[in-house]
């Protein structure tokens, strides 16, 4: 069994503490974290053993080299991640509040992420698959634009479960309506969307999580859909099925990567299912114990906040349980 995430791999540069001044002011100083939302889903189901690969691209730089390694490291399948000798590895800046929560200023035009093409990727990969994951930022440029409806389109036939993870960055969009445009366009393909509070209401305009989420789940045939609530934990929904579930209070040092983490580990928790249902596009999410599974999944979200970074805050199983 296999999982394949596909998106954007990227460099984080977190905020790092520094006494020092320049003419009286504070020096903002960045350490760099491997990071890319796909990425690191990938890189948690990596490290929690199950059989994991990334497609992407990177730049043939110093970056793309330690994104590579780094998912290397996690014992990801990286023969899909391509390097680009004309663009560079895309950064992003992650910039945190008095709350500790994170903004970002993205260096990605023509990022190396954003130039992959149909004919750089070895479909050959999904032969043993069993779950695709992407996200919406592959949808902000072309010609990944193109190549991800592409993909999307040679997926749909086949026995696996597609997954999506909208993950609003308003800032890569030229206008938000376009983004709200083509984050729903994603999720008429998608068997499992996992959204923030924050993004359903974007996409529903409205508040309401019980209604918003009928209104989704209505509207796209979807098989099972996951808010993330922050502090307050996760809210799901089947078709028979709604519920929420209690998160875990922790000092929140760096919220980067969290509700990746969150979302890997649930996945995790899905392909091991205790009801050993096999994992394929017919699934029966309503004979599944999504409480427990979620449980599980917020416990991680709530140790990764404890560390800076995202592939670098990823807990170990043995810490959850």
């Known amino acids: 069994m296999k999982v394949i995430s596909y998106g954007e791999a990227l460099i984080d540069f977190t905020p790092k503490k520094n006494e020092n001044k320049l003419n009286g002011m504070d020096i903002e100083t960045f350490e760099a974290n491997p990071g890319g939302a796909p990425a690191n889903l990938a890189a948690v189901l990596g490290k929690y053993n199950i059989n994991s690969a990334f497609i992407g691209k990177v730049g043939s730089d110093k970056f793309g080299d330690t994104l590579i390694n780094t998912l290397n490291s996690f014992n990801v399948d990286t023969s899909n991640v391509i390097k680009d000798k004309y663009y560079n590895t895309t950064l992003a800046f992650v910039h945190l509040n ?92 998608a068997d499992i969307v996992k959204v923030s509070e924050e993004e359903l209401e974007f996409l529903t305009n409205k508040v309401d999580i019980q209604i918003a989420s009928e209104e989704l789940f209505e509207q796209f045939n979807l098989k099972l859909l996951i808010v993330t609530l922050g502090e307050k934990g996760s809210f799901y929904k089947t078709k028979n099925k709604t519920a929420i579930i209690e998160g875990i209070k922790s000092e929140v040092i760096d919220t980067t990567g969290a509700g990746d983490i969150f979302y890997g580990s649930f996945l995790y928790k899905l392909i091991n299912n205790k009801e050993n249902i096999k994992i394929t596009k017919d699934i029966d999410f309503n004979s599944l114990n999504i409480d427990e599974m979620l449980k599980f999944a917020n416990k991680a979200g709530s140790l990764s906040v404890t560390k800076k970074g995202a592939m670098t805050s990823i807990p170990n199983i043995e810490d959850i349980k």
């Open 98 to 189: 008095e709350q500790n929560d994170r903004s970002f200023s993205f260096f990605r035009n023509n990022g190396a992420d954003t130039r992959i093409t149909l004919d750089d990727i070895d479909l050959n990969i999904f032969n043993d698959a069993s779950i695709f994951h992407f996200g919406s930022l592959s949808f902000t440029d072309e010609p990944i634009r193109s190549t991800t409806l592409d993909l999307l389109e040679y997926v749909d036939t086949k026995d696996l479960i597609i997954s999506y993870d909208p993950n609003l960055r308003d800032k890569l969009w030229l206008r938000l309506d376009e983004a709200k445009w083509w984050i729903l366009k994603g999720m008429e393909y």
